[in-house]
């Protein structure tokens, strides 16, 4: 056994972004992951602009082998097969497959695997062992259930988008697709629960993932709702309500955070900056003080830092235990040595024409026994079609061939 979960098959019904994260999580952990994609139609990120191929990275496609950048992102470590679910023959497929996997990954509109004809129930049938994993926007039940929903949709219903900005201007996404990301790591969760309880009892699971339940619960551990009675504003910009200083601050050549939680961390910082005249300050002495005067706060580490670069403030800063950092631009987070170190920082790899000259995210769990290799490049699309069948299926050649003319796989 060379990865945690070596042996465990998945099934990936899934496109965009929500459920291929999943998946791609759970092949870096060791499952072997079986993309499936219908012929001439597949996963829609197939089709997203830039694309990478033998004549470089271009916003439009230059040639037949050319593939998106996000799908060669998110589908790395997985195998890929074309099959057409909308075909009695394909469905057989399916349910010979779910047959010898112990995953079933979907994220689907609720209601279209039941009428595929892949309820849990029919699912249970075909193997009591199999753990089915739906992600939707707002679940399987519900008034919402039937909504159509994107990343964006969910940032706006689940409150992420309210408490996101700054309080004079409108609400802003998150930058990062969290409403497809969380959800993602909240069915990886709920994957690996399932299959620790399978080994005991010897039954599956149905799992149902909302996106905005994912996103909701992200949203409650400050007490918004409290706040919001006494009349605080939730949009803080990158201030935080109740401590100060908590905020994002402009250096001579760029920005960088400073964050004091505590008395210990504030008298550090006034020793940093040369301010300990103000330590016996009863407008500062304690949190509750400094949050009542934190723009008092805000004018004092203003006029210390102007003059100062990024550099400077945070060796001055750190050299107190203050936590203080640089905001990185994009191509420094690229250079980070930090992020370097561990791994993190990998290329985009065309599965045929090789490296893009882009970088992606490593996986971010580091195991001590099991370790996680590199991820494999993704497939080209339909790239394992004739090794499955053949592998796993045990198709012979013909069958395979009369399948392709049918354009069943």
Request: hydrophobic share 35%.
């Amino acid at each position: 056994m060379k990865k945690h979960l070596e042996g465990i098959r998945v099934v990936d019904l899934t496109a965009y972004l929500s459920g291929p994260y999943t998946s791609m999580n759970l092949a870096a952990l060791g499952a072997e992951v079986i993309k499936i994609e219908r012929p001439g139609v597949g996963d829609p990120c197939r089709w997203n602009p830039p694309f990478a191929g033998p004549h470089g990275v271009s916003f439009e496609k230059k040639d037949d082998t050319d593939v998106s950048i996000l799908y060669l992102k998110r589908n790395r470590n997985k195998k890929s097969i074309f099959l057409d679910l909308q075909k009695d023959e394909g469905k057989e497929i399916l349910r010979r497959l779910i047959e010898k996997s112990d995953i079933v990954l979907e994220n689907f509109t609720p209601g279209v695997m039941d009428r595929l004809g892949f309820s849990y129930e029919r699912l249970t049938e075909i193997n009591p062992r199999i753990i089915y994993c739906s992600i939707s926007g707002y679940g399987q039940d519900g008034p919402f259930k039937d909504r159509p929903a994107f990343d964006l949709t969910i940032q706006a219903t689940s409150g992420i988008m309210g408490l996101t900005g700054f309080p004079d201007a409108p609400p802003v996404r998150c930058g990062a697709w969290i409403g497809d990301m969380l959800s993602s790591l909240y069915s990886v969760i709920g994957i690996l629960s399932a299959l620790v309880s399978r080994e005991k009892t010897g039954m599956g699971e149905r799992i149902d993932v909302a996106m905005n339940d994912a996103c909701f619960s992200v949203c409650t551990d400050e007490a918004m709702d409290f706040n919001l009675s006494i009349g605080i504003p939730i949009r803080t910009g990158n201030r935080l309500s109740r401590l100060a200083p908590w905020n994002s601050y402009q250096a001579k050549d760029g920005c960088v955070v400073i964050c004091v939680a505590n008395n210990s961390q504030w008298h550090s910082f006034l020793e940093a900056i040369g301010r300990e005249d103000i330590k016996e300050d009863a407008r500062f002495k304690d949190q509750q003080g400094r949050h009542k005067y934190s723009d008092d706060v805000e004018l004092i580490i203003g006029e210390w830092i102007k003059d100062l670069t990024k550099a400077e403030v945070v060796k001055r800063l750190t050299q107190k235990k203050v936590p203080c950092e640089a905001i990185a631009e994009f191509d420094e987070v690229l250079k980070s040595p930090q992020l370097e170190y561990r791994e993190m920082i990998q290329d985009v790899v065309h599965p045929l024409s090789g490296k893009t000259g882009l970088k992606v995210s490593g996986f971010p769990i580091k195991f001590s026994r099991l370790k996680t290799d590199p991820l494999t490049p993704a497939p080209y699309p339909g790239q394992h079609s004739e090794g499955v069948y053949r592998e796993i299926l045990d198709l012979p050649q013909e069958r395979i061939d009369a399948l392709k003319k049918q354009g069943v796989i």
